[in-house]
């Protein structure tokens, strides 16, 4: 039961994960109640990339709360201490002699029988020192952020000013990946995302305030045929604040695809393009006035 939003970014997933290596699970074994405040405590919300680190962080201290109650029972069927026990595979064993064990169902009968429903509790909140007193320091600020690059292969019609990507090779460090799968479609989904950001995507107003584009028709998004060749990389690494290695990659996967589009039209025409987007129409005016003339 967590209170942490799955708003697309695929929470749900990565956090069953966390918890099911932690308790020696299998994905299925876990089922997630989020969002009800009845039943979970508050958080802080799904924003500044930070799910994955933090309530990763708190659903695993909430497994480990688990474990030292089926531990405390286990060790006792099994004649040893609590802290040689170890999970995998639907199993509560002891580390150093594996064959010697009992299944987690077993153990959690037995800590029902004994101390009552099997419940833990967790939480997480950042290293102390790393807020301040800027605007949004109160929500508590991510303890570690992740790093990427962006290489950004286009071509530009000077008569046009049309700009057509061609590829995309992204590189990011997310630490420890949980799920390869959701880390290449966040990646890609940004890419796209930064492909509208930068060429097409604009709220225009007249001059009373009142938006002229406020719809899918006006407001024009990437299309799939405007989307290119992607190759999306995990650079390997390790966050040891993060749960498993763990870190973002959310917005951060994000920001260097604003600035390789931008580097890559100057790098093609030798303009320097400075507000966003970058229209065709603003691409052959900034021409024209390179070659000293009016359009």
Same mark, same amino acid.
């Given at each position: 039961?967590?209170?942490?939003?799955?708003?697309?970014?695929?929470? %749900?997933?990565?956090?069953?994960?966390?918890?099911?290596?932690?308790?020696?699970?299998?994905?299925?074994?876990?089922?997630?109640?989020?969002?009800?405040?009845?039943?979970?405590?508050?958080?802080?919300?799904?924003?500044?990339?930070?799910?994955?680190?933090?309530?990763?962080?708190?659903?695993?201290?909430?497994?480990?709360?688990?474990?030292?109650?089926?531990?405390?029972?286990?060790?006792?069927?099994?004649?040893?201490?609590?802290?040689?026990?170890?999970?995998?595979?639907?199993?509560?064993?002891?580390?150093?002699?594996?064959?010697?064990?009992?299944?987690?169902?077993?153990?959690?009968?037995?800590?029902?029988?004994?101390?009552?429903?099997?419940?833990?509790?967790?939480?997480?909140?950042?290293?102390?020192?790393?807020?301040?007193?800027?605007?949004?320091?109160?929500?508590?600020?991510?303890?570690?952020?992740?790093?990427?690059?962006?290489?950004?292969?286009?071509?530009?019609?000077? %008569?046009?000013?049309?700009?057509?990507?061609?590829?995309?090779?992204?590189?990011?460090?997310?630490?420890?990946?949980?799920?390869?799968?959701?880390?290449?479609?966040?990646?890609?989904?940004?890419?796209?995302?930064?492909?509208? %950001?930068?060429?097409?995507?604009?709220?225009?107003?007249?001059?009373?305030?009142?938006?002229?584009?406020?719809?899918?028709?006006?407001?024009?998004?990437?299309?799939?045929?405007?989307?290119?060749?992607?190759?999306?990389?995990?650079?390997?690494?390790?966050?040891?604040?993060?749960?498993?290695?763990?870190?973002?990659?959310?917005?951060?996967?994000?920001?260097?695809?604003?600035?390789?589009?931008?580097?890559?039209?100057?790098?093609?025409?030798?303009?320097?393009?400075?507000?966003?987007?970058?229209?065709?129409?603003?691409?052959?005016?900034?021409? %024209?006035?390179?070659?000293?003339?009016?359009?």
């Amino acid at each position: 039961m967590i209170a942490a939003a799955e708003i697309g970014q695929g929470s %749900e997933t990565v956090l069953a994960q966390v918890a099911t290596e932690a308790l020696g699970l299998a994905y299925g074994d876990v089922t997630m109640a989020d969002c009800d405040s009845e039943i979970a405590p508050i958080d802080l919300g799904s924003y500044s990339s930070r799910v994955t680190l933090m309530a990763g962080n708190a659903i695993k201290a909430t497994a480990e709360d688990i474990n030292s109650k089926l531990y405390r029972v286990a060790a006792r069927e099994l004649g040893c201490e609590p802290d040689a026990l170890a999970s995998e595979g639907r199993r509560i064993f002891i580390e150093t002699a594996p064959h010697i064990g009992m299944d987690f169902a077993k153990a959690a009968q037995l800590c029902l029988s004994a101390d009552g429903p099997l419940v833990g509790t967790g939480c997480y909140e950042p290293p102390s020192g790393l807020g301040g007193d800027f605007k949004g320091a109160t929500v508590g600020t991510s303890p570690a952020f992740s790093f990427g690059s962006s290489v950004c292969e286009l071509e530009v019609d000077p %008569e046009t000013g049309v700009v057509r990507i061609i590829r995309f090779t992204d590189a990011h460090d997310s630490g420890t990946v949980i799920n390869p799968v959701a880390f290449h479609g966040q990646v890609e989904g940004s890419i796209v995302m930064g492909v509208g %950001e930068v060429l097409s995507e604009d709220m225009i107003f007249d001059d009373k305030g009142r938006i002229l584009n406020p719809n899918l028709h006006d407001y024009l998004i990437p299309s799939i045929g405007d989307t290119p060749e992607i190759e999306s990389i995990a650079v390997p690494s390790y966050e040891p604040r993060g749960p498993y290695g763990a870190k973002e990659v959310g917005e951060g996967s994000m920001v260097p695809v604003l600035g390789s589009i931008a580097n890559a039209i100057y790098d093609a025409i030798g303009v320097r393009m400075t507000e966003l987007p970058i229209t065709p129409q603003k691409l052959l005016e900034a021409l %024209e006035k390179q070659r000293g003339g009016t359009r």
